[in-house]
């Protein structure tokens, strides 16, 4: 069974105005394999593409240029009822004049499906949604996370070989937020279809996806599993999205001291340095003295040194936030602040010198000019 | 601080009980005209019980009444009008229904694809109907009899004199309903089409089953301002209709009022009488006119 698998190829979106005349480009030129029974996400900032993608692939929107195979056909010129897909909107699109159940069975009735098969598939998945009490209800009568339910009840009655999400989550308070979530991942692992999901929450991404895609200006950044992505990022963009807080990327050069080799930052005052020791030497030391972009996690940033491959920085608190379990303590740097994820034992205090130390092995080098990771 | 509440109040009605008086003392007045004896303008607002009569309701209806030949004799005569201003209503009824639904089906398929269409020159066609709007449809009367002229040469059952062609000229002035309508579809999510075609609907589908049902509150207004506007309408219809048997409300009241013989009372029993129908169809209408049907479907 191959069913479910979407395979974009060089996927191009050019909209146009009223005459024809192409206005922007807003997805250039994409490939993307989503495997059968995959949950792929894509996720970006607004304007990165990935809701015209999604509406490619669900045959709401033309094609400009490239293919679309859900399966083994390519759909380009398909309808979207023909082409195996459900969608989930972002303002659930239901239908205000319609009762819930006629919401749901409306697909099932242009299908000219027998009745009893549009009742009994309504009242099975509506009771597996919670939906069962209010099938005679209008949607204004029910809440955002009721009304986000039928829409899933909607997508789920089409019997869908690929779900198509486009961040069904967005209108939701942040309680339902979570717990539709949790809903959807469920859904996932019982129905085991392939699930296209759009968001612009890095945290729904990370939280969700068997892999994500990140995409900015109409381009794919990186396709990974999530802690692959978390853990190694291809680039700048990558790196400073994913997380939160994000990675902290510092803007420098490296240089010999000492006879060692150190990070400093390019700034006026409170300019970091870092020593280069371990696993990064060498790489290191294939740039010394170029411009250099130094990527650490707010979580590779400890008060304390247990492990050996720890390297000192010395700086002072400019802001602290306690979370309870942990602090995030802000230390000044040149530009802005170098964020570290500290244990909750003690308060921080604004002023207070703090040295930190850095698990060098998971620092990640970037080149400023192409925005690529060095390797 | 009492006086001054109960002052404001007396003001504050007096201003309404006025401005009511307004609206009901002529209408009170002509429907006193269509029971009094003689064919008097409205100018009343009391009839004595031997002023009271049915005889211009029998002559609006076509039921023949006796009327006195001379008073001093006593002597009488069964009489009733050669066409029944009946017929005239009939006819106006018929007509306005008719291009009424004309209007929503052409409108609202036009608003239809300047809401959610692509095509060149949408934009000037917008706003060119707009300006066609501030040209009152009077001015292009004659243009108007010269193209049914010629249609009837071809096709007699649309030329001059006939309801058909009544209709289709008032066919021609819809622009303003175009963009009445276009202004509530662009209020309507597009994921709700959106939507339904993912569910299998065709784009006609999703225009008849799902937008369509959504839009019913505009398309009420629309058809009770064209039904409105078409029962009174005078100029084109004057000039369209030119024989007695198929003159349209407005046209047979107004030749009541002869120059030589004015009856006001068979005017003034017409005139209550096409406020019927434009009451009952409000009625009718008025249920769908409700706010919130669009509510629930979509959040922004």
Same mark, same amino acid.
């Given at each position: 069974m191959n069913d479910g698998a979407v395979h974009i190829t060089d996927l191009v979106k050019t909209y146009t105005d009223d005459r024809g005349r192409p206005t922007f480009t807003a997805v250039k030129k994409i490939n993307l394999a989503v495997e059968n029974g995959e949950f792929m996400v894509l996720v970006g900032p607004s304007g990165c593409g990935?809701?015209?993608?999604?509406?490619?692939? !669900?045959?709401?929107?033309?094609?400009?240029?490239?293919? &679309?195979?859900?399966?083994?056909?390519?759909?380009?010129?398909?309808?979207?009822?023909?082409?195996? &897909?459900?969608?989930?909107? #972002?303002?659930?699109?239901?239908y205000p004049h319609m009762s819930i159940f006629n919401n749901m069975a409306f697909g099932l009735q242009l299908a000219k499906k027998k009745k009893d098969? &549009?009742?009994?598939?309504?009242?099975?998945?509506?009771?597996?949604?919670?939906?069962?009490?209010?099938?005679?209800?209008?949607? +204004? !009568?029910?809440?955002?996370? #009721?009304? #986000?339910?039928?829409?899933?009840?909607?997508?789920?009655?089409?019997?869908? +070989?690929?779900?198509?999400?486009?961040?069904?989550?967005?209108?939701?308070?942040?309680?339902?937020?979570? #717990?539709?979530?949790?809903?959807?991942?469920?859904?996932?692992s019982q129905l085991g279809n392939t699930m296209i999901y759009v968001t612009h929450d890095q945290v729904e991404a990370m939280t969700m996806g068997d892999r994500i895609c990140v995409m900015k200006d109409g381009l794919i950044m990186q396709v990974a599993d999530p802690l692959t992505l978390y853990r190694q990022p291809e680039n700048l963009f990558v790196a400073g999205f994913i997380g939160s807080p994000p990675m902290n990327l510092l803007k420098g050069k490296i240089a010999r001291k000492d006879g060692g080799l150190v990070f400093t930052e390019t700034a006026e005052q409170n300019a970091i340095t870092v020593p280069l020791k371990g696993l990064i030497e060498p790489l290191a030391a294939k740039h010394l003295d170029k411009a250099i972009v130094f990527g650490v996690r707010p979580e590779h940033l400890t008060e304390g040194s247990e492990n050996g491959s720890r390297v000192p920085i010395a700086s002072t608190v400019d802001i602290a936030e306690p979370m309870g379990s942990e602090s995030l303590v802000y230390l000044k740097a040149g530009t802005g602040n170098l964020i570290a994820r500290i244990h909750g034992e003690t308060l921080f205090h604004m002023g207070q010198p703090l040295t930190v130390y850095v698990n060098i092995d998971k620092v990640v080098l970037f080149d400023p000019e192409t925005e690529a990771v060095i390797r | 601080m009492w006086n001054r509440l109960l002052i404001r109040k007396i003001i504050a009605h007096s201003v309404l009980i006025a401005s009511c008086a307004l609206i009901l003392i002529p209408f009170a007045m002509v429907v006193l005209a269509s029971f009094r004896k003689g064919n008097f303008p409205p100018s009343t607002l009391w009839l004595s019980p031997e002023q009271w009569t049915l005889d211009h309701w029998k002559y609006v209806l076509g039921i023949p009444y006796s009327e006195v030949l001379n008073a001093a004799t006593g002597e009488t005569k069964l009489v009733g009008p050669t066409v029944a201003p009946l017929r005239w209503f009939l006819n106006s009824l018929l007509v306005s229904a008719i291009a009424s639904f004309g209007i929503i089906l052409l409108s609202g398929t036009a608003a239809y694809a300047f809401a959610r269409l692509k095509f060149?020159?949408?934009?000037?066609?917008?706003?060119?109907?707009?300006?066609?709007?501030?040209?009152?449809?009077?001015?292009?009367?004659?243009? %108007? %009899?010269?193209?049914?002229? %010629?249609?009837g040469e071809h096709f007699p059952w649309l030329g001059i004199n006939t309801f058909a062609g009544l209709i289709l000229i008032y066919l021609s002035g819809i622009s303003i309903n175009i963009w009445m309508i276009k202004g509530y579809f662009d209020t309507i999510s597009p994921a709700m089409e959106d939507s339904a075609r993912i569910d299998g609907a065709s784009r006609f589908q999703a225009f008849t089953r799902i937008l369509l049902p959504m839009s019913a509150p505009i398309f009420a207004v629309v058809f009770i301002l064209s039904f409105i506007s078409m029962i009174s309408e005078y100029p084109t219809a004057s000039v369209v209709l030119q024989e007695s048997v198929n003159r349209t409300l407005a046209v047979g009241? %107004?030749?009541?009022?002869?120059?030589?013989?004015?009856?006001? $009372?068979?005017?003034? =029993?017409? =005139?209550?009488?096409? $406020?019927?129908?434009?009451?009952?169809?409000?009625?009718?209408?008025?249920?769908?006119?409700?706010?919130?049907?669009?509510?629930?479907? =979509?959040?922004e």
């Open positions: 990935k809701t015209t993608t999604l509406r490619m692939v !669900a045959g709401l929107e033309k094609i400009s240029s490239g293919t &679309i195979a859900i399966g083994d056909r390519v759909v380009n010129d398909m309808e979207p009822k023909d082409r195996g &897909i459900a969608m989930v909107f #972002q303002n659930y699109a239901l098969f &549009i009742k009994e598939t309504v009242t099975r998945t509506s009771k597996a949604l919670g939906l069962d009490v209010m099938l005679e209800r209008k949607p +204004q !009568a029910l809440s955002g996370g #009721q009304r #986000q339910r039928v829409a899933l009840g909607r997508a789920i009655v089409r019997n869908p +070989q690929v779900f198509l999400f486009d961040e069904p989550l967005s209108n939701l308070d942040a309680k339902m937020r979570v #717990q539709m979530r949790s809903e959807i991942s469920r859904l996932h | 060149r020159f949408r934009g000037q066609i917008l706003t060119g109907l707009l300006v066609l709007q501030m040209f009152p449809q009077v001015l292009t009367l004659t243009a %108007y %009899y010269r193209i049914l002229n %010629y249609i009241a %107004y030749s009541l009022l002869d120059e030589h013989e004015k009856l006001w $009372g068979h005017f003034s =029993a017409l =005139a209550v009488l096409s $406020g019927v129908p434009i009451t009952i169809m409000f009625l009718l209408c008025q249920r769908f006119i409700i706010g919130g049907l669009t509510s629930g479907g =979509a959040k």
